[in-house]
T-cell receptor, first 109, second 113 residues
Framework: GEDVEQSLFLSVREGDSSVINCTYT??????LYWYKQEPGAGLQLLTY?????DMKQDQRLTVLLNKKDKHLSLRIADTQTGDSAIYFC?????????FGSGTQLTVLP | NAGVTQTPKFQVLKTGQSMTLQCAQD?????MYWYRQDPGMGLRLIYY???????DKGEVPNGYNVSRLNKREFSLRLESAAPSQTSVYFC????????????FGEGSRLTVL
């Protein structure tokens, strides 16, 4: 079955870049996603990348996709305290999304 | 814009009690989902409904039942709650193949004593 893996924790200093990594197993995934969850809230779509793309940039966010290695990363430039949250990687298969365990990003002053 | 609405937001049950979590979406989406979120385990799919009148099991369906009452509403029922079902439950609806975005409710925190 599909499996998505992420490290559980990441701490960075305010103003630094954050890089959150993810590996997935389903090579037929059409889209790969990054969702953000703030405390006490549901998940919100942050960005996504189509599987035939290598990179997508959206303001402070850069998504890199290495399809050969089934590796996805999310880079947040100039990380702010408001970026502190849990970030979930997800891959699509049929009508389902399979989520990783989430990476808790803590931004230190 | 309401999006996806779940009720209740919090519930405490005793082992063996039953309850239903309600979910409604106002985006005219065909597909709806129920996930549970547990620390260190991400979101696990309990059941989903690809369209009105259909439901399918996800990764962890045991102990749960669902009803897709109409296009808007998708409920999750625990017939005999167990402590292992203590979790945060999220309902979501799917925007379709163009962007494949899931829209989530705010979650229902369930504690089973």
């Amino acid at each position: 079955g599909e499996d998505v893996e992420q490290s559980l924790f990441l701490s960075v200093r305010e103003g630094d870049s954050s890089v959150i990594n993810c590996t997935y197993t389903d090579s037929s995934s059409t889209y790969l996603y990054w969702y953000k969850q703030e405390p006490g809230a549901g998940l919100q779509l942050l960005t996504y990348i189509f599987s035939n793309m290598d990179m997508k940039q959206d303001q402070r966010l850069t998504v890199l996709l290495n399809k050969k290695d089934k590796h996805l990363s999310l880079r947040i430039a100039d990380t702010q305290t408001g970026d502190s949250a849990i970030y979930f990687c997800a891959e699509s298969s049929a009508r389902q999304l399979t989520f990783g365990s989430g990476t808790q990003l803590t931004v230190l002053p | 814009n309401a999006g996806v609405t779940q009720t209740p937001k919090f519930q405490v049950l005793k082992t063996g009690q039953s309850m239903t979590l309600q979910c409604a979406q106002d985006m005219n989406h065909n597909s709806m989902y129920w996930y549970r979120q547990d620390p260190g385990m991400g979101l696990r799919l309990i059941y989903y409904s690809a369209s009105e009148g259909t439901t399918d099991k996800g990764e962890v369906p045991n102990g749960y039942n669902v009803s897709r009452l109409n296009k808007r509403e998708f409920s999750l029922r625990l017939e005999s709650a167990a402590p292992s079902q203590t979790s945060v439950y999220f309902c979501a609806s799917y925007s379709g193949a163009n962007t494949g975005e899931l829209f989530f409710g705010e979650g229902s925190r369930l504690t089973v004593l």
